[in-house]
């Protein structure tokens, strides 16, 4: 029974860097061409009004274009379908639309200022990012239920900023930490391994607390992008497994879009609106 | 007056009631008026002649206000005596 069977799944990437139509145009459609179902582009709060506008006529663009076909020579990889026991590239199928979801990304200086700076941001937008690498701000991060995800806890740290404390509040929020791709692409070899040691110390804390995990490219131009295989295949690196991988940059993220667009009916944790 | 935003903090005893998910397959559909509660169950009236005794801490709700607006509560919100709910504090999102 060990596997022909082929698994269906939507690959959202999480964590683009958002600069202006163009380079915004470019990352869009690469990401599409890689095999992405959906992709979050990030800005700071002043630049996220006018981008959101402009991302709806790229996202009407995007899926005005016609579908390739599988065997197209042109674009030979891809896809949100694929067969996790051959790897072969054989059994695609491209998706028809393609989702973008613009987010707001906040550099907080210290805690209070995070506070509130989520709490200006937090009606704006669906998804609501925030960077850590101090301790402190890394807490409160954890503890925010209202914050989606926290992005490098390890930046510029000796240890990976995560501890079995944050942790546990994480999962208790639903505070999802985000591992950047781009950190280990851009660093040189001795900060790249310390880098990948920081991953391993929190996937192993993501393992035994069970906090959601994201996995983003944190991408700025098309170069910073890959495959949602190359980065299952480097993942394994740090220990993380095929399934864990699938729903880091399938699952999780898609729980984090499906729990915002409830989140107008939330009245507290636990009571909801419900329409006759 | 009970509303969506009050009605975790409120008197159920009144209100119509139906359970949508639990642990116990049983009481899943359970539907009715509240005539009753302790701190751990509430009691449903399904007819004139059965009521029901419902564990809140195993069960999901669907509360009905007196205008009509359905309300999904968790039970595990609920356990507590309505006296000590009033002053309870819940998180808000």
Redesign the interface.
């Known amino acids: 029974m060990s596997g022909n069977y082929l698994i269906k799944l939507k690959f959202y990437d999480f964590h683009l860097q958002g600069r202006n139509y163009n380079s915004d145009k470019k990352l869009i459609f690469e990401a599409k061409r890689l095999g992405y179902s959906g992709v979050s582009l990030l800005y700071s709060k002043d630049d996220y009004k006018e981008s959101k506008e402009y991302l709806t006529e790229i996202e009407n663009e995007i899926n005005s274009e016609p579908t390739m076909d599988s065997n197209s020579v042109s674009n030979p990889v891809s896809n949100s379908t694929y067969n996790l026991d051959s790897n072969s590239d054989n059994n695609l199928n491209f998706e028809k639309t393609f989702k973008i979801f613009p987010g707001i990304k906040i550099f907080p200086k210290n805690s209070e200022d995070l506070k509130r700076q989520i709490r200006s941001s937090r009606k704006k937008t669906n998804i609501l990012m925030a960077v850590g690498g101090d301790l402190k701000i890394n807490r409160a991060a954890c503890e925010n239920i209202q914050l989606d995800i926290l992005s490098r806890p390890y930046y510029k740290r000796r240890d990976c900023g995560i501890n079995h404390v944050l942790a546990k509040e994480a999962a208790n929020n639903d505070v999802a930490i985000e591992l950047n791709i781009c950190d280990i692409l851009r660093a040189r070899s001795p900060i790249r391994s310390k880098i990948m040691a920081h991953f391993q110390e929190i996937v192993k804390l993501q393992k035994k607390f069970k906090f959601p995990l994201i996995i983003g490219s944190g991408a700025v131009s098309i170069y910073d992008l890959r495959r949602p295989k190359d980065l299952n295949a480097l993942s394994q690196c740090f220990g993380l497994s095929k399934n864990e991988v699938n729903l880091a940059i399938s699952n999780n993220p898609k729980n984090i879009v499906d729990f915002n667009n409830q989140r107008k009916d939330i009245i507290i944790v636990g009571a909801k609106k419900v329409d006759n | 007056m009970i509303t969506?935003?009050n009605?975790?903090q409120h008197e159920l005893i009144g209100l119509t009631v139906e359970i949508v998910e639990s642990s116990n397959m049983g009481l899943v559909g359970i539907k009715g008026k509240v005539v009753d509660e302790t701190r751990n169950t509430i009691r449903v009236e399904v007819d004139d002649r059965h009521e029901s005794i419902i564990p809140k801490n195993v069960a999901i709700f669907?509360f009905q206000t007196p205008e009509?607006?359905?309300?999904?509560?968790?039970g595990?919100?609920l356990v507590s005596r309505p006296e000590d709910r009033i002053k309870k504090k819940?998180?808000?999102?």
């Open positions: 969506p935003q009605l975790f669907h009509g607006q359905k309300v999904e509560i968790d595990k919100i819940f998180r808000k999102i």
